[in-house]
């Protein structure tokens, strides 16, 4: 049987299909719209077969679900390993081609692979950041300036957002599926 992208059962929050607390604290509005994003991605991807994942929808573009998938793979670890837990570690990405920050080097033979390393680096983060305070600041190696892990989620937030809007896109333009949660068309 080939591989296809895994569906995924959304997290749910008291019963909701949106799993973000609406009357928490800051820490788990954070979280759970982090979640949402993380999870809004690999709906984007679910079913799909590793070819469809390569493919770029949308010319000129040379975009595609799975170098998205790679991209926040190497977003996360930048920004919550790297930069604020200071962990020594390199990209997730590292071999021949694989340039600018996962988007590019896709191969897929390699779409399970990079799944699982989207997901191993989210548990990784999630790791890196457990316990730790928002207010907590690290010198940003791009800023030049302190910022805090609260800046980071958020950043983190829009770079999901900002990309799944994307990901819609490259979706549409592979089977017609819409939505947050696209059933294949």
Known sequence: MTWTAPHIARTTYDGDQLNVPSTADERAI?????????????????????????????????????????????????????????????????????????????????????????????EACEAAVAGRGLDETFVSATRGRSVSLRWVYLVMIQEYARHNGHADLLRERTDGATGDYPAPG
């Open 30 to 122: 954070l979280e759970g719209w982090l979640r949402w994003h993380r999870e809004t991605l690999l709906t984007k991807c679910a079913g799909l077969a590793p070819a469809q994942l390569a493919r770029t929808a949308a010319e000129p573009s040379g975009l595609t679900l799975l170098g998205l998938v790679r991209h926040m793979a190497e977003i996360e670890r930048w920004w919550f390993r790297r930069s604020f837990a200071g962990e020594p570690v390199g990209d997730v990405f590292t071999g021949p081609g694989d340039g600018d920050e996962g988007l590019e080097g896709v191969d897929p033979a390699h779409a399970a692979r990079d799944f699982a390393a989207f997901r191993a680096e989210i």
